[in-house]
């Protein structure tokens, strides 16, 4: 490679580190908001974000990049596959930031706070109709991004420019035909269970486990997967926060959980989905730190890594059956009377629900359908604003059974949307997916897995997880990265056998 590309590329990487540097800064202020920030500092810390998030967009779309790209993509042919993917990766956010009128950024940026605001009163009081008005604007300034990253992404629809935000050359089209195999897949399961004569008691699910108990048995479950909080080198470290989240990178990751005293199983499936994530942003390699390649693939893959420890571990019996002694032993009136078989039911029961965040594993993805096939239908123009009500509760009714009482319940139970988060629900159900696949994978090349978890040895999980999907950080697209894991396209008959396979013996069909 000349020294004139060499030399472009490595004023590139400097950026980056800068940028990724400011980014991480601004993150752990974020985490500090939701866990330790004092009330009053509210101002403050809303100043003190916006002046780093404008110097990051300032460095994002300062024209240099343009010209250090292009001196690189000029002279491409020496460079390796990495260093290509980083320029790609590079070129892509330029491009992407640098096409959205600052008018734009700004405008959108005032109406999030304000349509989050009207979203929180709208749903206390059970009313669409407060939230009709924002919610169309927040649609068509989303609408306006769309049709600018359309041209910019080389998408075929609008919709597709903001699916790519989350799941990189992912296109409806594409999760359309997944999700409607799902849908039907999921939709004969829930009947099966629904009409089996087992029902596990889910009472088991309310009985009171004191609070410090809980955070022992999550000491316990982070000690399992190997997420270290505690030792001289811990990279991680567990807090308390309403809702549960992750964030960080390499050597700084941190993931919170609730407690509530009658809702055991939140707070250790809360640590363990938490986990997951936290594991797989410690395990991408360290050589590609500061670098767009060292990054996580897509939110889809991120919950996929978050589901195989929750769900796939944590609600699997051999887990159960390995850790349900131990937490005994921490509190031996809180599980008295009860068998280990009968809490395995319990963490496994299927019950069609109307909140999505409350959802089991067989009908959480219904949840997301719903709100996929609804956000096509806006950015497609077939549905208005006024129709999201009716057409939310029609589907709730035909896929999950259930009737939509009223708004809270229904259109306005989850904050997304009211931030302009369109095209981000499909990668949860997309989670599921790709957690499957990397399963059926996982099972060949380490059949003895579920005997290691059953002894209390996760390494051999953790160290599949590690090889196959943390140690490729931002290498590839996620399906490119699941073609190149599975071999396979995507399909989703793996998640369905494998939700088969735990429900019939639970369930006894
Ligand atoms: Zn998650």
Known sequence: ?????????????????????????????????????????????????????????????????????????????????????????????????????????????????????????????????????????????????ADILMDVKGTRTPYDALLDQFEPNMTAERIDEVFKEMREGLIKLMDKVLSSDTKPDLSVLERKVPVDVQRRVSSDAMAFIGYDTTSPEAGGRLDETEHPFTTGSFDDVRITTHYYEDRFFSSLFSV??????????????????YQPVGTPCSYGIHESQSRFVENIVGRSPEFLNYALPRFRKFSPRSFKG????????????????????????????????????????????????DELPQLWNQKYSDYLGVKIENDAEGVLQDTHWSGGAFGYFPSYALGNIYSGMFLDKMQKDV???????????????????????????????????????????????????????????????
């Open 1 to 145: 490679m000349t020294d004139k590309a060499k030399e472009a590329y490595s004023a590139l990487m400097a950026r980056s580190k800068e940028m990724f540097v400011i980014g991480s800064a601004g993150g752990i202020l974020h985490w500090d908001m939701e866990t330790k920030m004092p009330p009053a500092a509210q101002a403050m810390r809303g100043e003190q974000l916006s002046a780093l998030e404008l110097i990051v967009h300032k460095k994002l779309t300062d024209p240099e990049n343009d010209a250090l790209l292009m001196i690189c993509e000029g002279d491409i042919d020496p460079f390796d596959q990495i260093e290509r993917r980083n320029l790609h990766l590079l070129r892509k956010s330029y491009d992407e930031s640098s096409k959205i009128p600052d008018k734009l950024v700004t405008e959108t940026a005032l109406h999030q706070s304000k349509c989050n605001m009207v979203w929180k009163k709208a749903k206390a009081a059970k009313d669409f109709g407060m939230f009709r008005d924002d919610l169309g604007k927040m649609i068509e300034l989303r609408k306006q991004a």
């Open 272 to 289: 363990m989905h938490e986990g997951g994530h936290a594991l797989y942003d410690q395990g991408i390699p360290r050589e590609w730190m």
């Open 338 to 385: 009860l068998k280990n078989k009968d809490i395995i039911a319990a963490a496994n029961a299927v019950n069609p629900s109307k909140i999505r965040v409350e959802a089991d594993e067989v009908t959480y993805a219904l949840h997301v359908i719903v709100r996929f096939e609804i956000e096509k239908d806006i950015f497609a123009g077939k549905v208005s604003v």
């Open 447 to 509: 059949p003895q897995w579920r005997k290691g978890v059953r002894g209390g040895d996760f390494a051999p999980v953790l160290q599949w997880l590690r090889t196959n999907v943390h140690s490729k950080g931002d290498l590839y697209d996620p399906a490119d990265l699941i073609k190149a894991v599975t071999g396979k396209e995507i399909t989703v008959a793996p998640f369905l056998k494998y939700l088969e396979r735990k429900m019939s013996k639970i369930y006894g069909f």
